[in-house]
Every structure is written in structure tokens, then in C-alpha cells.
């Protein structure tokens, strides 16, 4: 069933245009990430989904409700890459103050405050005025109140990236948990991050969207086989040469070279093998490391948004 569903969505700014009719859908129950470099758009798209700016043009369609405003007071749940509080509140006073907003009463606020805020790590910070907390307690506590009222979507811009790798990997255990339980779409530097909790990415490139596909199709895609070689330091300008010259075989596609170690992607794997250590063993080359890989998702990263 389709959870989110955006048509065409375009948000201009003069003459700037972060976002230009892009268009896609989120199954209910999906983990998607958005990537792309900074300026490509990610974050006005959040921002358009959770209803904090309108779009130039398009339409964004979320399941359940027809109702525009019920939709984002009710069914999403958005953390945005810098939240802001106010200080004077405590931790808990102000996950409260925000379950209310999406129309809890009183006494199930408080409840499901104490709840959200237990999950992401706060319990023992819940009754400090927040003006008191760290910046990654700031993040844990807009996580917990984008989280508070059990949201059909959620919108994370950044999740992780004021925290610790003890926070980090907390953050990440629990979207593994919510993404049983909702809809997730997050922005995220953190390519790693993103193949761990996520089954879908959607790659932004000048407010476009220029690949999108499931963890497997985008890996079929673009992951190629990847030889790593590695010569003995000191040996010899002859070693250096040899090594070099593996740049010029026409099984290479791409090649880089730094001291005595070559990274090359190549598109025939068993040619490359062949030709390199039977060339390295009549020339006597000393090899220190000869590994077989594939190239990596940021590999394919950069090359999409470069492209």
C-alpha cells in the first residue's frame, strides 16, 4: 500500500529552484534515504512533506486522510537537521506540549512522553530544562517528540548528526525498531547509515531526483568488481613501473594510484586476476596484497551525483 505519494512537487525561490518537479511514492512500511550533496534539495523537500513550507507546484498525497492540515498534524512525525526548543521548558514539558499538538489529552501526553522519551535515552534528563541539555541530548529530544504521537510518516532531516557513535548507533538501533512500526524517509551524509537501516535511496542532484531504486537494483546497477594491488615499499623503480602501467590494460575502467598501492575498477575480473599475478610472478613483482572486491555504495554515490 502506498504510504506517501508525491506528484511533480517544484518549490521555487525567485529564481533559485531547490526542488523541480520531482515525483515518487513511499510504501507503507518503507525505510527510504535521501541523499545528495549539500544544496541539492533535500531538505526543502522535508520540509515541503511535513507542511512547514508550501510547494511552487505539485501535490503531495499521504494515505488515510483527505484532509491537508489532519494529515500533518496527525500522521507525520518531523525532525528537523537543527531542532530548536525552548529552554526554559523541561525535557518532558516540552514532548508533552507537542503530543498535545497533535491532539492527545492530558494524561496520555504525559504517558507517551515518558515513553518517547525513555526510548531515545532521556528518561533520566526528562525533568532538566532543556536550555541545560548537550546538543546530542537535543537531537535524542527532537527525535522523541517527532516520534511522540506514533506517526504514519516520518520525515528525519540528519538524524544523527550531532551525536556520538554511542548516540549514533543508539539512534540507528531504534529506526531500526520504528521502521517495523512506520514509514520513514531521512536525509542523511552517511552512506553507511543509510545501507544499514534503509531498503529504498532516492538520489538528489540539483533538485532533481537522478536514481532511485531498492538497495539490490541500485547494487546490479552500479557496483562493478574492484582489485586492489599492493607492492612491497622499497623495492624498486621497477615495481613502481609495473604498477603504473596496469592503467594503460584494457580491462581497467577506472584507476587510481597513490605510493604503492593501486585501486582499480576493472570489467572483466577474471582477466584482471589472470593477467596481474602471472605478470607479477615472471617480473618477480613483490606483491604485498592482492584483494578482490566490489566497488562500494559511495563509489556509486559519488559517480550519480557527479554524473
Not at 113 to 134: M, P
Not at 179 to 197: C, G, K, N, P, Y
Request: hydrophobic share 40%.
Amino acid at each position: 500500500m502506498v504510504m506517501l505519494s508525491v506528484t511533480e512537487l517544484t518549490k521555487k525561490f525567485g529564481m533559485r529552484t531547490p526542488v523541480n518537479g520531482i515525483s515518487f511514492q513511499l510504501e507503507m512500511g518503507s525505510c527510504t534515504a535521501l541523499l545528495g550533496p549539500n544544496g541539492a534539495g533535500k531538505t526543502t523537500t522535508l520540509r515541503m512533506l511535513a507542511g512547514l513550507i508550501d510547494p511552487t507546484s505539485g501535490n503531495i498525497a499521504i494515505a488515510g486522510s483527505d484532509d491537508k492540515d489532519t494529515q500533518q498534524q496527525t500522521s507525520i512525525g518531523y525532525l528537523p537537521q537543527h531542532p530548536t526548543f525552548y529552554g526554559w521548558m523541561t525535557g518532558k514539558e516540552f514532548v508533552v506540549y507537542v503530543a498535545g499538538l497533535s491532539g492527545m489529552s492530558g494524561k496520555k501526553a504525559a504517558n507517551e512522553a515518558d515513553i518517547a522519551l525513555e526510548r531515545v535515552g532521556l528518561k533520566d534528563a526528562a525533568k532538566r530544562r532543556i536550555s541545560g541539555y548537550s546538543g546530542g541530548m537535543k537531537q535524542r529530544l527532537g527525535l522523541a517528540q517527532a516520534i511522540v504521537h506514533h506517526p504514519q510518516l516520518l520525515l528525519l532531516d540528519e538524524p544523527v548528526s550531532a551525536l556520538d557513535p554511542l548516540g549514533r548507533r543508539e539512534v540507528m538501533d531504534l529506526l531500526s525498531q520504528l521502521r517495523q512500526q512506520t514509514t520513514i524517509l531521512f536525509s542523511t551524509h552517511v552512506l553507511h547509515d543509510a545501507e544499514e537501516v534503509c531498503d529504498r535511496m532516492m538520489m538528489l542532484r540539483d533538485g532533481e531526483i537522478v536514481e532511485s531504486g531498492s538497495l539490490r537494483e541500485l547494487a546490479e546497477k552500479y557496483r562493478q568488481p574492484l582489485l586492489t594491488v599492493q607492492v612491497e615499499a622499497g623495492t624498486g623503480q621497477e615495481s613502481n613501473t609495473w604498477l603504473h602501467s596496469l592503467e594503460d590494460r584494457a580491462f581497467i575502467i577506472e584507476s587510481s594510484i597513490t605510493g604503492n598501492t593501486a585501486v582499480l575498477t576493472v570489467n572483466d575480473v577474471i582477466e584482471a586476476r589472470h593477467t596481474i599475478l602471472q605478470e607479477a610472478a615472471s617480473q618477480r613483482i613483490p606483491l604485498l596484497r592482492f584483494e578482490a572486491g566490489t566497488t562500494s555504495l559511495e563509489d556509486m554515490f559519488m559517480k550519480v551525483v557527479k554524473s
